[in-house]
């Protein structure tokens, strides 16, 4: 069963629950954009990714790419479909005019992204980064770079890459290694970059390398990076020497070349100022967090659509209360199951979907402190949408693999793969542990949790304490504010305090903005008991969820204490 | 890096901390067996291991098992070590002298399984199955049947394969359709199963199957199945029709080939009663159940060593307090993911070696009573083990897999095959949420608890209220009693609720029992702060781990609170 977009839950979230059209509508480069249009574009997108995208998914997998020599191959099928998707206009729908894109709100792109992951992750993945390389180039790029590569990565037409990794260099971009030295107009650039998803591949006709490397007066440490545009092709139709000298072997994203790439004196290009590469690349690697968290809700939903499937049509045994064999969706485990993913999905969309309006406001609101909260928003929540909702992903996933019993062991079902596939978004545009780090220790303690505090209580203004779900909703955020309080004092005498509890934390808030978005869910939708598609998950929250905050306080209460023996 | 045996670890709880030993000199079969003698075969145990089965651990995933015309072939070097492996006499260490065997105790076998499932699970699933085929066959067989075939699977010259699993019948046995119909001096048996391990292969000279079917006047459901025994080559030599169909494509374990069998008018001979297949099945469906927690245990180890040695090698950034670049073992993040699955192998390996032990005094102890509350532990114990740590397996083996960051997603480290391989033992032996059901709903509510507060009774005797982390463990088992109470009086009242709840009751019993473990391990084992082998992971246990208790508590508390809104 390949995977198909179920428009309406999407819908249903970003009109009825998030009111989007008319938010968007008031941003002015979006006034003409009305509640039709996005209708419209999303029914599109959906029919070209059920139609060229999902059947893709497990040839994908099962023959993936290849490598011969310094060539690779993507799957049968991939090229065809990616150059339909460039053609489509689908890379560019949120690009500015402009620049040959469609001036579409980012929320639209992001319905896509979703969709496109669960189709197919590894086709995904080529596209992946465009965006991020698009508006990195934009903000950085000198006029001369920009008009000879903006448009075609605008389009799509070329591909792009984000080449951060090194052997040695990880996490830890500061130990960065490859050299950039000045030649004519350019630079050439030296070194090797691991993890390179899409470094050579035969998608396009070009790919647009961004190279993050050393000038040879450049300080050690991360403040010693400049940014680079290296081509595959150059611009006189020359190859560049950047040579795909492998590609990994992996547990799962078949579909997606994940190259070691040699830069042998490649010509390069600088992108922004010396030395300032990782501030223009964080414009990319915040758009990938981004996308990252889509991959994950998109991921989930095409797992439980498969386990939800199998279970309304196998039987096993009798459910309780029942007589004869059951369907095992009838099971409580099985239902259990399904449902907490759900749960899962429905409100991860709203926080997804909610983070891309935030970005067009961040950009194009008219009132200064808006476009301030916005941006607040957008650098708090993004870190938790990628780490909490690809953790789940991958551990749902492996829920609904359970749901099919010994068939989802097979590859047969194709849940398996999905499982395979999502594991590896809680390790790359930064692991899920330094997510936690980055919203704890670098977003939360520095202003004492001033920003987070101020989020919630904007959240906080709509909720009605008289009310049970929105009064625990008060509650957590009341607990998450405190708690920051708590550890940005106790910060001050223990620094590694909070590496010790940045993941209890990132979870907590997770958590907390789960039980919002699902406050916003229920008060938008029929709660008729016979319909039970908001029903169902608004129960599994509650029941099977939430308590998994008090555990993390109690988690995070109990290393306070080691701190302050008396005060937590 | 290959697996590697850790004796010392192991004998620290079999000898320190449990006091086997001496426990098991008590026993008539063993009173030869001292510490001196168990020791020395663990030593020879852990080369074996060590020399022939940790090296063909990643040829087994690359390479598998190969499918051609109904022939099996496995991965190079599998028929080699098999080979070795019973002509060394490992396969009947624990069974009787009579039939061949060593007659040591089982808890030496145990610890054999676990090394060996670390080492290579996939080659591990070939002699996996050889002792509960052992004792299916020793106490329910006929003279004539164990004389042909009961010493060429206590020693493993043959391989013995358990056939349930049907298209249409997979948790459900009751639905079993293989026919067998009488026929000279035995049976003639017809049908599919699937999900075979070791169905066909080239391990052994010959297979012995163990099969469920329907007599032609059997009634319908599980009370109509017998249990058959029919082997790949006739005593007279002649091939049996019992054709592979073809092998699964899995997410690992490709080192074991799981079978498509038809068996087209097979001879076979009833093993036991008519009918009552499933009882005489059960006796090697719970040595199995053991043998998967082993698994679960063995594969955490695995994978904790691999990812411990990593971390302890690689450096990326500043670990909070150091100063340049750190060990990524000095990250907080880093640390807890480590110490959490050691905690769990250490606390495992407690309760399964004690498993094991009750297992010998359940059937040799002199005294009845005791023989009793073995059997109660045993009965009880397993599935905790089962579910519980094969659980742990996957997602504590996917925490290491994060450990490695990028390079834990590709091949070359062999952590991500460990996470492929160990899903399977979250469903196979009857799905993690069957174990829970036969705990709650089969074993503890029907007595009201009883069996289960028997035990933690006793376990209680030997605690120190004083102390605590020992009055932590008494109020845990306390709420434990409590909740079977509690559940008990609920279910007579609705008997779905046990259902929604049975994963989360299982959970809680076995963070009881892991607590309680641990306090037997601190209590044997130095505590000096300089050595961290024991403390580390004790902390662990306390800060990380056995937070989850309360939250479980909660979960089904709120359950209660459905069918008794004022009681709970």
């Known amino acids: 069963m390949d995977f198909q977009p179920r428009l309406d839950d999407i819908q249903h979230i970003l009109t009825a629950v998030l009111d989007t059209p008319a938010q968007l509508q008031a941003l002015p480069p979006f006034a003409e954009v009305d509640a039709d249009l996005m209708q419209q574009v999303q029914e599109e997108a959906g029919k070209f990714v059920a139609s060229e995208i999902a059947p893709l998914q497990r040839i994908g997998d099962e023959t993936g790419c290849r490598f011969d020599a310094g060539v690779v191959t993507a799957p049968p099928g991939f090229r065809q479909a990616y150059q339909a998707f460039w ?10 005019t402009e620049d040959g894109g469609q001036g579409l709100p980012a929320v639209l792109e992001a319905v896509l992204y979703e969709m496109l992951s669960a189709a197919n992750h590894g086709w995904t993945m080529a596209p992946g980064l465009l965006h991020g390389a698009y508006e990195c180039l934009k903000h950085h790029g000198s006029e001369e770079l920009k008009a000879r590569y903006l448009g075609k990565i605008a389009t799509g037409e070329w591909l792009a890459t984000m080449c951060l990794t090194e052997p040695h260099a990880g996490s830890d971009l500061g130990l960065v290694r490859t050299k950039a030295t000045p030649q004519g107009d350019g630079y050439r650039v030296s070194g090797t970059k691991i993890f390179i998803s899409g470094g050579e591949h035969d998608l396009t006709d070009n790919i647009v390398h961004l190279v993050l490397a050393r000038l040879p007066d450049a300080p050690a440490g991360p ?3 400049s940014l680079f545009l290296a081509p595959k092709f150059l611009p006189d139709g020359s190859r560049n020497p950047i040579v795909c000298e492998r590609i990994e072997e ?14 042998d004196d490649a010509t390069g290009w600088l992108v922004g100022e010396p030395n300032r590469g990782l501030n223009a690349m964080f414009v990319m690697m915040n758009a990938a967090r981004m996308h990252v968290g889509l991959q994950g ?61 935030e970005l067009d406001i961040a950009k194009h609101h008219a009132d200064a402190t808006r476009r301030e909260s916005a941006q607040r928003w957008c650098s708090l929540v993004t870190p938790v949408l990628k780490s909490a909702w690809t953790h789940q992903a991958f551990h749902g996933g492996s829920e609904c693999l359970q749901v099919f019993g010994g068939h989802g062991y097979v590859r047969e079902w194709g849940i398996e793969q999905i499982v395979r596939d999502a594991r590896v978004a809680m390790i790359y545009e930064g692991t899920n ?26 959240l906080t203004e709509a909720l009605d304490a008289q009310q049970p779900a929105q009064a625990a909703v008060l509650q957590r955020f009341g607990a998450v504010r405190d708690l920051a309080a708590q550890l940005s004092r106790a910060n001050a005498q223990q620094a590694e305090l909070a590496y010790w509890v940045a993941d209890d934390f990132l979870r907590a808030v997770a958590l907390a903005l789960l039980g919002w978005a699902w406050t916003r869910i229920e008060a938008a939708s029929p709660v008729d008991t016979a319909a039970t598609r908001w029903t169902a998950p608004a129960r599994a929250l ?8 008090d555990m993390r306080l ?7 204490e080691r701190v302050h023996p008396a005060q937590a």
Chains 1, 2 share one sequence.
């Open 542 to 549: 509650k029941d099977w969820i939430l308590p998994e905050f």
């Open 433 to 458: 542990e330094i997510q936690a780090i980055d919203l704890l220790v670098r977003k939360v303690l520095p202003d004492g949790g001033a920003a987070l505090s101020a989020l919630l209580q904007e």
């Open 554 to 560: 109690q988690i995070i209460r109990g290393q306070l």
């Open 297 to 357: 809700i998109g991921l989930l939903e095409a797992a439980w659509q498969k386990a939800s499937a199998y279970a309304q049509e196998r039987r096993q045994m009798r459910a309780p209360g029942a007589s004869g064999t059951s369907l095992i969706a009838e099971h409580p485990a099985i239902q259990r199951m399904l449902d907490t993913q759900r749960a899962w999905i429905d409100g991860g969309r709203v926080l997804a979907y909610r983070t891309a309006v």
């Open 87 to 96: 053609q489509g206009g689908w890379p560019s729908l949120a690009c500015a």
């Open 223 to 225: 403040k010693g990076l």
């Open 250 to 263: 992996k547990m799962g994203l078949h579909g997606s070349p994940t190259c070691v790439m040699r830069f």
